[in-house]
């Protein structure tokens, strides 16, 4: 099993900064695509950003310009920079990885989705 542990998050004015973290436990296998969702409630979650094994990145329309994700392979972590904080933004932020398990050459070799256990991001005067 892989655990993801985010970090960061808190109650931040209009137009401020944050900075949410994340790391995976597991040392043993390949972490693929990794990425940040959030949801409020009564709502669906959705994808924030995602950014590849190689660093390719991409963004939700809604955050484009504001937000940066970033990973670093080696400490098997991932971060999203927030700024220009929106209280549209207000929601809980969640950690997802792809994991790739499985015996080599069997079908269950592949890509596993994890998933962290959230942190309250709050955007409000």
């Known amino acids: 099993q892989v655990q993801l542990v985010e970090s960061g998050g808190g109650l931040v004015q209009p137009g401020g900064s944050l900075r949410l973290a994340c790391a995976a436990s597991e040392t043993r296998y390949t972490i693929n695509t990794m990425a940040w969702y959030r949801q409020t409630p009564g709502k669906q979650r959705e994808l924030v950003a995602s950014i590849t094994a190689d660093g390719s990145a991409t963004y939700a329309d809604f955050v484009t310009g504001r937000f940066t994700i970033t990973r670093d392979t080696a400490k098997r972590r991932v971060y999203l920079q927030m700024n220009s904080l929106k209280p549209e933004d207000t929601a809980v932020y969640y950690c997802?990885?792809?994991?790739?398990?499985?015996?080599?050459?069997?079908?269950?070799?592949?890509?596993?989705?994890?998933w962290g256990r959230g942190t309250q991001v709050t955007v409000s005067t």
């Open positions: 997802y990885a792809e994991v790739l398990q499985g015996p080599r050459g069997s079908y269950y070799h592949r890509d596993y989705p994890y």
